[in-house]
Structures are given as C-alpha cells and as structure tokens.
Nanobody, 124 residues
Framework: QVQLVESGGGLVQAGASLRLSCAAS????????MGWFRQAPGKEREFVAAINWNSGGITRYADSVKGRFTISRDNAKNTMYLQMNSLKPEDTAVYYC????????????????WGQGTQVTVSS
C-alpha cells in the first residue's frame, strides 16, 4: 500500500523560508515521478513543482515559484523535499505531495497517489 506523508508546514512571516518533506512508502520509489501541488481556500489545486524519477533528473516549476522554490529527492531515503524561500502571503495553502509512475507531469490528474497535505501560512 502506498503512503505519502508530508511534514514541515507552519506559520511564517513573508520573506521567510520553509522546507517541506514528503516521506513515501512506495515500492521502487526511484521509479516514480514526484510532485508538489497546493490548494488555497476557495481555489483549485495547482501545480507547484515536480521531479522526475532519478535524483538528478528533470524538474518542473510553476512560474509563480520559479527562483524561490527548489524541489529535490533522496531516493535512498524515499523522501522528497520542497525548499521554499522568500515566501509570500500568496503562497499560503495546503501543500500536497503526489506520486506517479514514470515520467514527470504538471497535471494533477495524472498522479495516482496523494498525501494528506501540510498547511503553509505566510503572514504579511
């Protein structure tokens, strides 16, 4: 059974940094592409970042987070990370990690497995 557990969310001021983690219980974790999505109140879930199956592989970012967020993964630890710097109030949302077999995607419907989410709140 696949389980994804996010951690690292919290309440911070604008300009601060946070690092989210996603611990995955997936057989053959290294064969899955991983992604971060977020959902703010009253809004649809949106793509944040994704990373291909291998540690040094392809990454994708939403324009709104390029240059501020960095996605990475440690296949030996079955864990994915999202380093978030220069946080803005508009980054406030529940952040979800997700997994899909094989290649990276920015489309949330293509991800088969989801975590429960972690709240990130950025105050101005």
């Amino acid at each position: 059974q696949v389980q994804l557990v996010e951690s690292g969310g919290g309440l911070v001021q604008a300009g601060a940094s946070l690092r989210l983690s996603c611990a995955a219980s997936i057989r053959a974790f290294s064969t899955y592409a991983m992604g971060w999505f977020r959902q703010a109140p009253g809004k649809e879930r949106e793509f944040v970042a994704a990373i291909n199956w291998n540690s040094g592989g392809i990454t994708r970012y939403a324009d709104s987070v390029k240059g501020r967020f960095t996605i990475s993964r440690d296949n030996a630890k079955n864990t994915m990370y999202l380093q978030m710097n220069s946080l803005k109030p508009e980054d406030t949302a529940v952040y979800y990690c997700a997994a899909k077999y094989a290649s990276v995607s920015v489309v949330h419907a293509q991800y088969a497995y989801w975590g429960q989410g972690t709240q990130v709140t950025v105050s101005s």
